[in-house]
């Protein structure tokens, strides 16, 4: 990570890199991704377009050989070390099969000087009018964008052409680093977009912020109680120490090893 693509990150909210993985482990990827949302549906056939969409969390333990190794991968790891700081927390892994696009909106909203993010590889070219991810760089500073929230139903403009949108034209093999504050989008209804996601949350303390890891702390519980066990015995029993150091903090808060089983994970 260079200083230039730090700033751009901090005053923008959002970071693209250009062909990080190469199209033969892109290949890869994206034949194991088409056949673990199968098997995780069961036999069913995909949902078409208009309904809803196939969101798979946690993804990766339907095929650990192929998608373990995206946490142990630097190329990703010394991103989320950059920006998070070098103990950042993993979350979830997601695995997204979209069946159209999806309106203006942001996700976490930690407390100011605080934030998650998500590292998101999308399997398919997708460009501005056929679902590639649009953002507004800025929006996560909170009174931009809240002014932005409180104003986008009142402009009377038609969602792309809200001014400031941007879109990351995608080609696989790129990887979008994005602040879950940024306002984003996927514009035009394409059916069939694939993306994988990567979560992860700054760590803290109740010494170091006590509203920051109060937020934390809510931001946990609600991740597992929506979708259960963040990791597996077999995620965890496989780590090598950076893995394992990302993943340690959640299970000291009581996190990470615990909750239901919403999706296949090998348990002892």
């Known amino acids: 990570m260079t200083e230039e693509q730090i700033r751009h990150f901090e005053t923008l909210g959002f970071l693209q890199l250009k062909g990080l993985f190469s199209p033969e482990e892109t290949t890869v990827l994206s034949d194991a991704f088409d056949a673990a949302m199968r098997e995780a549906r069961g036999g069913a056939e995909a949902p078409q377009s208009g309904v809803k969409r196939q969101q798979i969390i946690p993804f990766f333990d339907f095929d650990p050989d192929t998608f373990y190794p995206l946490l142990d991968d630097p190329r990703i790891?010394?991103?989320?070390?950059?920006?998070?700081g070098e103990d950042f927390i993993f979350t979830?892994?997601?695995?997204?099969?979209?069946?159209?696009?999806?309106?203006?909106h942001h996700d976490a909203m930690a407390p100011d000087g605080f934030f998650s993010m998500r590292a998101a590889m999308y399997l398919d070219p997708l460009g501005p009018d056929d679902g590639c991810l649009n953002v507004v760089p800025g929006s996560h500073f909170k009174e931009f964008g809240e002014t932005l929230k409180a104003?986008?139903?009142?402009l009377g403009l038609a969602p792309e052409d809200i001014p400031g949108r941007y879109p990351l034209v995608n080609e696989p093999g790129d990887v979008i680093f994005m602040n879950h504050k940024v306002y984003h989008s996927a514009l035009g209804e394409r059916y069939g977009r694939r993306a994988i996601h990567i979560n992860c949350v700054q760590n803290t303390s109740q010494e170091k912020n006590?509203?920051?890891?109060?937020?934390l702390m809510k931001f946990l519980a609600g991740e597992t109680?929506?979708?259960g066990r963040f990791y597996s015995d077999r995620l965890i029993s496989t780590a090598g120490p950076r893995r394992l150091k990302m993943m340690e903090r959640a299970i000291e808060l009581g996190f990470g090893n615990t909750g239901p089983i919403s999706q296949r994970q090998d348990l002892k």
């Open 77 to 84: 790891l010394d991103v989320f070390d950059a920006l998070l």
């Open 92 to 104: 979830l892994s997601e695995g997204i099969l979209h069946t159209g696009g999806t309106r203006w």
């Open 151 to 154: 104003s986008l139903d009142d």
């Open 210 to 215: 006590q509203t920051h890891f109060d937020w």
């Open 225 to 227: 109680r929506g979708w």
